[in-house]
T-cell receptor
């Protein structure tokens, strides 16, 4: 399997607190993505990165920021967590944007109380 | 807005039967197509790519109809372990923009003993 890990696997946090999720890859892939998955909505893109320090917004980026200071790490920050951000967050990597499919991490289950 | 539509199911199928499901996509410029499998509370995993000529991988056959913009997945001799959600995935075909891949919401398959 591709080397992609997400941390933490589970997190419970309080409304209004900042939260950072980490995605780490050992495949040296250029593209990295953050998705959230909710019942009835499927996978929705939050942000993506096409290189170190190169990021762009996805479909549901409000309330989220990202950073990529190294090829291997892509961080997702919830600036001030809200209950609507309770979700499962998946990171994905790809060597070629959209043409090779993505490999997903195991996900982070986030609960905002 | 690019759309990928799937019947959410569930499809309840007896073990050993053949099951097929389709998805339709709206973006005629799409060039790459995939089926992903997602088990409950797990990450999506690439099942197979879909090629214009159709392709087979063991008990699984994928077909692409560009004219009608739909993709199909056929599972023969279904096993209990085939129970999962199957995601239809299509690339945006532009090489740019906010998203390389568009995910359907998935079809839930339950194989019954």
């Amino acid at each position: 399997d591709a080397g992609i890990t997400q941390s933490p696997r589970h997190k419970v946090t309080e409304t209004g607190t900042p939260v950072t999720l980490r995605c780490h890859q050992t495949e040296n892939h250029r593209y990295m993505y953050w998705y959230r998955q909710d019942p009835g909505h499927g996978l929705r893109l939050i942000h993506y990165s096409y290189g170190v320090k190169d990021t762009d917004k996805g479909e549901v980026s409000d309330g989220y920021s990202v950073s990529r200071s190294k090829t291997e790490d892509f961080l997702l920050t919830l600036e001030s967590a809200t209950s609507s951000q309770t979700s499962v967050y998946f990171c994905a990597i790809s060597g070629g944007r959209g043409y090779q499919g993505y490999t997903f991490g195991s996900g982070t289950r986030l609960t905002v109380v | 807005r690019k759309e990928v539509e799937q019947d959410p199911g569930p499809f309840n199928v007896p073990e050993g039967a053949t099951v097929a499901f389709n998805c339709t996509y709206s973006n005629s410029a799409s060039q790459s197509f995939f089926w992903y499998r997602q088990d409950c509370r797990k990450e999506p995993k690439l099942l197979m790519s879909v090629y214009s000529s159709g392709n087979e991988d063991g008990r699984f056959t994928a077909q692409l109809n560009r004219a009608s913009q739909y993709i199909s997945l056929l599972i023969r001799d279904s096993k209990l372990s085939d129970s999962a959600t199957y995601l239809c995935v299509v690339n945006d075909g532009t090489g740019g923009g906010a998203d390389g891949l568009t995910f359907g919401k998935g079809t839930h398959l339950i194989i019954q003993p």
